[in-house]
């Protein structure tokens, strides 16, 4: 008996012991930058001094370092980028570099999905490298830091910052070419499919139907090829307008290509309505 509580008093110090929360020496840090129209995302663990010396030491000149502690460093980009003349898709990448005294190459590497270096190193991962001078601080940074530097509407620097070091890589966003692709766009009118969405809006809503009209006849018009469900919502128009012999027409060519395509929906919506306005 004597044993048995022994054991479970071990058992609950154990236990106990197990759910203590400590902090993480090298603490996680998530960064969201948006660039021009460009969201980057930067995730990586922050390492500190503590008093020891860091690069040529604790981080030595030449190898590859894993840019942080713990997990990859990860910077994410929702569109394509371009990294010292390399165009980087839009995708997560591992942040990794060769400090030096005097440079540093920093490397952006398409698997981020290691903890710390790979076990082997793949130089066909290596999406794109850029070399940077280091620029020496007067005051010395405590804590690793990576930030986002120099913002523009087309570029960032995104800077590394630890103990006397200041390294920094150039990400450029294609701003300019997504604005004036939008501006031609916008200026060169609706879509077809614009039309499209703003009839069938003003038919199901009951507003101007001369109007609604006047946009499904355009938008019909803009199509290469002539679409049995843009004639379907004609044929509702009409209908609704009261004109039952422009709606039986526009049914009747719908129907005709909903056959065609082999569509039973269409096929079903119109016949049943062509039954309904009296169609021969």
């Known amino acids: 008996m004597r044993n048995y509580f022994f054991l479970l008093v071990l058992a609950l110090s154990a236990t106990a012991w197990g759910q203590v929360n400590t902090p993480a020496p090298s603490p996680f840090q998530k960064v969201e930058q948006k660039v021009g129209l460009t969201d980057i995302t930067l995730e990586y663990s922050r390492p500190s001094m503590k008093g020891r010396k860091v690069f040529g030491d604790l981080v030595p000149y030449g190898p590859v370092w894993r840019t942080g502690a713990n997990a990859n460093t990860k910077i994410t980009f929702s569109s394509a980028v371009t990294i010292g003349g390399k165009t980087l898709e839009p995708g997560t990448y591992a942040l990794y570099s060769k400090p030096g005294e005097k440079s540093w190459e920093i490397i952006f590497y398409s698997d981020a999905t290691n903890w710390g270096n790979p076990r082997q190193w793949d130089e066909s991962k290596v999406a794109a490298s850029v070399s940077s001078q280091v620029w020496s601080m007067d005051m010395p940074v405590e804590t690793f830091t990576i930030t986002f530097d120099d913002l523009s509407n087309n570029s960032v620097n995104l800077g590394i910052i630890w103990e006397n070091t200041y390294v920094r890589a150039t990400i450029e966003v294609p701003t300019d070419d997504a604005v004036m692709a939008s501006i031609d766009r916008t200026m060169a009118g609706p879509s077809g499919n614009d039309y499209y969405a703003a009839a069938v809006y003003y038919l199901q809503e009951g507003k101007n139907m001369k109007q609604a ?68």
């Open 213 to 280: 009209q006047e946009w499904i006849d355009k938008a019909i018009s803009m199509r290469k090829d002539p679409a049995f469900w843009m004639y379907r919502q004609k044929s509702l128009i009409h209908a609704k307008m009261g004109d039952k012999q422009g709606a039986i027409a526009a049914a009747k060519t719908s129907l005709e290509l909903a056959e065609k395509a082999g569509n039973k929906d269409y096929i079903a919506l119109n016949q049943k309505s062509l039954k309904e306005w009296g169609a021969k």
